[in-house]
């Protein structure tokens, strides 16, 4: 599988960005897809995962409320909306993709198999 992100760039503090992932592959029922970010100097944190089958969706605190998750079956992508974006947005999001994730691993980066390459968010104040 391989994940393919786009629509990062640099916007003001307050500002909105989406961001796209898509897979090379059919997104299976099973297939949970989420974004990681990293920040200069900093470790990769979870910011947000879905469920393909039934679209639960899981969302750091640090953007619930301002980000917000979306899919196109038909183009196997998933969007996350980013609005009211702040400065400590700022790093280079990734997506992952995996479809043998238990719920209560979703937020672990080390259980996710697939990953796309890096898009930089950059946002000013």
């Known amino acids: 599988v391989q994940l393919q992100a786009s629509g990062g760039g640099l916007v003001q503090a307050g500002g909105s960005l989406r961001l796209s992932c898509t897979a090379s592959?059919?997104?299976?029922?099973?297939?949970?897809m989420a974004w990681f970010r990293q920040a200069p100097g900093r470790e990769r944190e979870f910011v947000v995962a879905?469920?393909?089958?039934?679209?639960?969706?899981w969302y750091a605190d640090s953007v619930k409320g301002r980000f917000t998750v979306s899919r196109d079956n038909a183009k196997n992508t998933m969007f996350l909306q980013m609005n009211n974006l702040k400065p400590e947005d700022t790093a280079v999001y990734y997506c992952?993709?995996?479809?043998?994730?238990?719920?209560?691993?979703?937020?672990?980066?080390?259980?996710?198999?697939?990953w796309g390459q890096g898009t930089l968010v950059t946002v000013s104040s």
């Open positions: 992952a993709a995996d479809s043998n994730l238990i719920v209560s691993s979703v937020r672990d980066e080390h259980q996710y198999d697939y």
């Open positions: 592959v059919r997104t299976r029922s099973r297939f949970i």
């Open positions: 879905y469920n393909w089958s039934g679209g639960s969706t």
